[in-house]
């Protein structure tokens, strides 16, 4: 279920503050009553009608997206700078980012008008595996490294143990590539991690995100998931809830 005005907007009716005085004005009903309350969910079976006409409900899209480095995962910036959205200028759907990416961050990120989906995706109950690839300035002992997969203490709170794989480490450089997989999404968490152990991140991708990967694409490219990625993604998901 989702509230009422979100679904509105994402069908191109209004932007989402539009949507919602509409809803005050009286002008939206809901299987025939009228509704005037913000707080209203309703369900993909249910009828919905603007000012007298039937909404028609938009497709479900999905999309896998190489995020380049330099770019912000949102729609739109105040700042004027590229946002993800900008990447898909032929789609008619309002889609948005799942979760983000942060702005020095590249690597494989989904976007969606699936607001159930996304946030199956994000919430940290779900458990979904993120891949990352960082480069260290430093190269860490096994030991260090080890505080990583035990869990380690940031500033809001103890992080879910993680699987993290050295690389290669160059000593002449004094820097390390390493892989680390977390199944949280907190700001800037990865790299967080990493200064946490005395190692700064210079460079850092995501790589995976549960099975899907990067694979033959290149940097500002994406593609569609198929509904078979669809599905799978919605079982890892449920049974992520289910631990």
Known sequence: MERLQKVM?????ASRRKAEQMILDGKVKVNGKTVKELGVKVTPSDKIEVEGVQMEKERKVYFLLYKPRGVISAVSDDKNRKVVTDFFPNVEERIYPVGRLDYDTSGLLLLTNDGEFANSLTHPKFEIDKTYVARLKGIPA???????????????G????????LLSADTKAAKAIVQITIHEGRNRQVRRMFEAIGFPVQKLSREQFAFLTLHSLNAGESRELSPHEVKQLRVLADTGKRR
């Open 9 to 13: 907007a994402h069908a191109g009716i």
């Open 142 to 156: 096994k030991e260090d490294l080890q505080k990583l997969e035990r869990g380690i203490k940031l500033e809001d």
């Open 158 to 165: 103890m992080t879910a143990p993680a699987k993290v794989k």
